[in-house]
């Protein structure tokens, strides 16, 4: 049997990558003033490779293990985020971060950071599937070039040798950062049920790669909330 971690290293995850959602893509100005963003809608992030870092914190000490060859983070959502009055996205919205890094020199070979508007994200009312095929437009940092990358993932919240159903957890979770001057405090009420998610992801004019099964959440969040508030 797969063994998923605990529920709540499964909100780490989520609250990591929502907030990191929200640190690149939304429009924060550089003014000193707060700034409050909301959201709510479906949401099924998952991640393969080593473990997400959350924003702002310290970077591994000397002699660590190296970085992981391949690091993938995916957050499709479905919904809505408002970030200011009249100012809302509605909609689907993908956001894809990718890693790769020469097992020999441990120097990174790709890192994409990547979004898309355009893409098939379906989950189902139960929470107990969902599926994804998007096209992503972004930069690479290393080859500082844009890139395109395409990706289909499933979801599953049932055990695939025990037929097991993974309960509907409905929660409540905080979470605070600090991240480039400012303070990022995220408040979300959801349902959310333990699931692993698996596929495959091209580099166009590059590798195509297979995403095992790992562990990943199909969610419906209720409400959300993102604080920004600059530190002293």
Do not use: Y
């Amino acid at each position: 049997m797969l063994t998923l971690p605990g529920t709540g290293k499964i909100q780490d995850l989520l609250a990591a990558l929502l907030i990191g959602m929200i640190i690149l893509t939304s429009p924060m100005s550089a003014a000193s003033s707060s700034q409050v963003i909301q959201f709510n809608g479906l949401i099924s992030p998952a991640a393969w490779g080593a473990p997400f870092q959350l924003p702002g914190s310290p970077p591994p000490e000397p002699g660590m293990l190296p970085p992981p060859p391949l690091l993938v983070v995916l957050l499709p959502s479905d919904g809505h985020i408002m970030t200011g009055p009249g100012s809302v996205q509605q909609g689907i919205f993908v956001m894809l971060l990718v890693l790769m890094t020469d097992p020999v020199t441990n120097m990174p070979t790709l890192n994409f950071v990547g979004n898309s508007t355009m893409a098939s994200f379906q989950v189902d009312a139960r929470l107990t599937s969902a599926s994804l095929s998007a096209t992503l437009q972004g930069f690479d940092l290393v080859s500082f070039s844009p890139k395109t990358v395409t990706i289909s993932v499933s979801w599953t919240a049932i055990d695939p040798l025990t037929g097991t159903l993974s309960p509907i957890t409905r929660t409540t979770m905080e979470s605070r950062v600090r991240f480039g001057g400012f303070s990022l405090l995220l408040h979300m009420s959801s349902q959310m049920r333990l699931a692993t998610a698996s596929g495959t992801l091209a580099v166009v004019g590059g590798p195509t790669i297979t995403l095992p099964p790992a562990p990943a959440t199909i969610a419906r969040a209720d409400f959300g909330i993102i604080t920004r508030t600059p530190l002293a």
